[in-house]
């Protein structure tokens, strides 16, 4: 398979049509973890247990999965045996609020052949080793499985799960699945960036995200260090292109001129927001990127849990 660069490193780059601000008054509390919007995505393994429910649920409500429905105080549900995406729907009756959750039940990683393949998508292989011994480093144990069916599915209110399939070349989109790796902790990150652009008077329709998931195979062929968050989900290079949209970073610090300055404003801003504590535990890599020929400027955000500048 032959990759070209300047070809990869563009295609599918895609952003959200409107910002959607919606959060909901009583959080949802999936697995420990806070879900403050109505529509997100939850990622689990076949047959894997998981919690939801609000996080005030004296007034009552209720959560429906599979045909089944329960009070909304922390309902514990299960998977499906087979990979999929299904849909559960919250209903806290105190506030009248509905709340969607798309759970994608991964395909095994153990179905990833001796060749690094999956389904005829090309994996490749992970390192052996995870980084510093550090559990974030650890192989995935399944794989999101992205078809024509699924591909356009808000993952959180202001982003789809295609926007974040690697790269790599295989011609017509969809004629065959694809796989990812998505981690939810850095959903909630790009959406807490976009929420503060608008709320400080940047009005941003949405974040154009130019590269998220990489295969290992992929990571690899474009030369990247073996260790890359993207390989693991958790990592976007992130732009913002709305005055003119036309496929390249915003003159965001107004000199005229559209150049690594632009990405050098975006990541202060962003980094800006990490020192008030905005991330929480999301706080991670920030990285800016200047021009070339393949593309514009962007920066780098991702969820490691240790802050890293460069």
Sequence with gaps: MRITLCTLLL???????????????????VDERTVPYPEFAI????????????????????????????????????APSDPGLER?????????????????????????????VLNGYRIGAYPREPLRGQDIYLAPTGFVE??????ATRVSPNFRLEQFLSKQDLGEPY????????????????????????????ATDGLVVMSGF????YNKAIGNVPYSRH?????????????????????????GKVDRNDAR????????????????PRIGGLGVYGSNAAHGPFIHVDVRGSRARW
């Design 146 to 151: 992205v078809t024509a069916a699924n591909a």
């Design 214 to 217: 990489r295969t290992p195979f």
């Design 231 to 255: 390989v693991w989900g958790g990592a976007a290079d992130i732009y913002i292109d709305e005055a003119p949209a036309d496929g390249r970073m915003d003159d965001l610090n107004g000199d």
């Design 265 to 280: 404003w975006f990541a202060d801003f962003v980094n800006e927001m990490s020192r008030s504590g905005d991330f929480g």
């Design 43 to 78: 990622y689990v393994m076949p047959d894997q247990t998981f919690e939801v429910g609000f996080r005030d649920a004296s007034g009552g409500g209720t959560v429906a999965f599979r045909g089944s429905t329960q009070p909304a105080g922390g309902a514990r549900l299960q």
């Design 11 to 29: 295609a599918w780059a895609t952003c959200a049509t409107a910002w959607d601000d919606s959060r909901l008054s009583v959080p949802l509390v």
């Design 88 to 116: 559960l729907v919250a209903h806290n009756v105190a506030s009248g609020e509905r709340a969607v959750i798309n759970v994608f039940t991964m395909v095994p990683a153990n179905r990833v052949d001796a060749k690094g």
């Design 175 to 202: 004629t065959t699945p694809r796989y990812l790796v998505l981690r939810a902790n850095l959903l909630l990150k790009l959406e807490n960036i976009l929420a503060t652009l608008n709320r400080s008077g940047r």
